[in-house]
């Protein structure tokens, strides 16, 4: 007999609503769920073809595996020995080196409960803020901006307002490929209002930019300098919102001096545009009745990612373009629960509801929640820092759960040496032959999507359920339930080891993701975040709900900042003055391209799950670095040739594409093909661990290059 199963789409950070048929055990069919907030029964490809990608055990991981020593290879186990390895192997580590020496890489694919218990078990167990995730390297440029602009993280806007806007601008983002089904709902409301302005500003001629009224192919990483100049134009003009800057913000004098230097002549020559874009541009921002940026990782994954945020939320505020229908900075979260992840804290640079390590109240208040003493203080290592500090031998265990960065984190060969040298390896993975699995002292087999349950936070602040429509094959569990079982395990250690027989309470009283969440809510009362009136059953009952939803709410939250008072402390949102600066890694006569790098439509991340489903090779068959033809004639190279791409950290062999939609003296090259697809390696073998000073993520975007013809044997 069939069943549906009323679920959430487990890839981008749209968070569509889905009903996933079962029969027999299997997962045989999905379709939109037409009642869902985020979709309304739309599903775009890689939603569409989840069944062809889940529910098998063809490649998965099956059973714990472990080995000793490293010299040997990893057997097949049971769970009971796996798990009381890696609580005495951590147990040991951390007894001989201090808390410190271990560290948590997590991923913004867990749900909200697994983040939550890989938080509570890194910081009130082992007592080390050293867990961060691959947000890190997807959202967290965005997270930091709006604390310092708005004085908390989230986006003040909702889906709704993707219809409402009469100015769109998309930076750093191509919506048709990343956010497929929001961008439909773009496209909706432009085909109903031909009026409504379309700006992209985007180095390449993507999708949205094919599209917009106005392109911006603005020079890499010159986005400040644009920003800046717009902002120049609209003071010029006298095109501001006087008595909202007046009576809602702060520091605008210090925004508008900077902006002096940034005359549109000036900024449009830094970003290598046409000065009367540039001001096209800032007029349609400014005299529209409503405008949205919708921005994603061309923005953040940048050195200077924060300012780039920070730039462009200065314009909204100084046109008042924030807190009202149709308008305001809206980050699109990459991942399905990025906006979870921070949620519960579960970084190295936050506690949970968005709590700050560094504030001693913050600290006392979790404390006391979690009934714990001395939570640390030290600042934990982000993504970038942490492989960094294993490979200088600083920290000696490292559990990667659902994530592959030996794939995914910059300059993959620091990555290596770094799991090399690591004594302790833990690899949580629902896929048996990810790039970083090798590495695995023990493997712990994870549950995977369709057959673990929980809940999820997409872009919009909507948290939606998760459930389970299908057992996990073999004996993988899901991950809520892996980190808890170690932390169970880690706890008696630590008893003995402290010869304490009195205690009996546990910090890991979970028998089910509800608990989990159940608890997780209660952290939340009095924050920003609030969720105290939401529980399953409220979720049951109403659906998909967005924060904030203190007690006493019958509601979630669409719009925030809607009378002007901002989450800081005298309610008063900032202007932050953000200087241009270029790319960590300009290109010169020896590395003269610059690489960008990017998304397909079709395909997700490292492949672990879109890799499997042919269908999704139809758009996009294999790995291809695309540059401009003028470029390849001038280097007498060929369309399909093999040429190299070498930066100064590593290189790879891949075909050429010529095509006119990057720029000259530019390539680009997808981001999901790695090692397992390609013998040279993926895109990441060429790109810099130079990381954002504020938010410490990576500037995976950009990296220079040289272009030869491959040299092959
Ligand atoms: Fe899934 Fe994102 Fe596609 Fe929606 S838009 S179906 S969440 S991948």
Known sequence: MKTVTRSTCCYCGVGCGVLVETEHGRITGIAGDPDHPANFGRLCTKGRTLPLTASSTTGRALRPEMRVTRDEPRQATDWASALDHVADRLAAIIERDGPDAVALYISGQLLTEDYYVFNKLAKGLIR?????????????????????????????????????????????????????????????????????????????RTDAAALADLHLAIEPGTDVALFNGMLHHLIWEGALDRAFIAAHTADFDAVKALVRDYPPHVAAKICGIDERDLMQAADWF??????????????????????????????????????????????LTGQPNAMGGREVGGMATMLAAHREIGNAEHRAEIEALWGVSALSDRPGLPAVEMFDAMASGKIKAIWIACTNPVHSMPDIARVRQALAKAEFVVVQEAFAQTDTVPYADVLLPAASWGEKAGTVTNSERRISRVRAAV?????????????????????????????????????????????????????????????????????????????????GAHEGTARRYTDGTFATADGRARFLATPYLPVAEPTDARYPFHLLTGRLRDQWHGMSRTGRADALFAHTPEATLVMRPGDATRRGLEEGQLVTVTSRRGKLVLPLQTSDDVAPGTVFAAMHWSGQYLSSGGINEATIGAVDPYSAQPELKHAAVRIEQADLP
């Open 471 to 551: 057992e996990p094959p073999g004996e993988a569990r899901p991950d809520w339930w892996i980190a808890n079982e170690v932390a169970l395990k880690l706890e008696q250690r630590f008893r003995r080891a402290a010869q304490d027989s009195a205690t009996t309470r546990t910090l890991f009283p979970f028998a089910s993701p509800q608990d989990v969440f159940d608890e997780h809510r209660l952290l939340t009362i009095g924050r920003d975040l609030d969720i105290g009136a939401l529980s399953y059953a409220t979720l049951e009952q109403q659906g998909p709900t967005q924060w904030p939803m203190p007690a």
């Open 286 to 331: 400014a005299a529209s009745p409503a405008t949205l940026s919708l921005y994603c990782m061309g923005l953040n994954q940048s050195s200077h990612g924060t300012d780039k945020n920070l730039a462009l939320i200065n314009l909204h505020l100084a046109t008042a373009q924030i807190g009202k229908p149709g308008a305001g900075p809206f980050s």
């Open 128 to 204: 080390t803020n050293n867990i961060d995730t691959n947000s890190r390297l997807c959202m967290s440029s965005a997270v930091t901006a709006y604390k310092k602009a708005l004085g908390a993280d989230g986006p003040p806007t909702c889906y709704e307002d993707l219809e409402l806007a009469q100015t769109v601008l998309f930076a750093g983002s191509n919506m048709p490929y990343a956010h497929p089904v929001l961008f439909r709902r773009l496209e909706d409301a432009k085909a109903k209002n031909p009026d409504i302005k379309w700006i992209v500003v985007d180095p390449r």
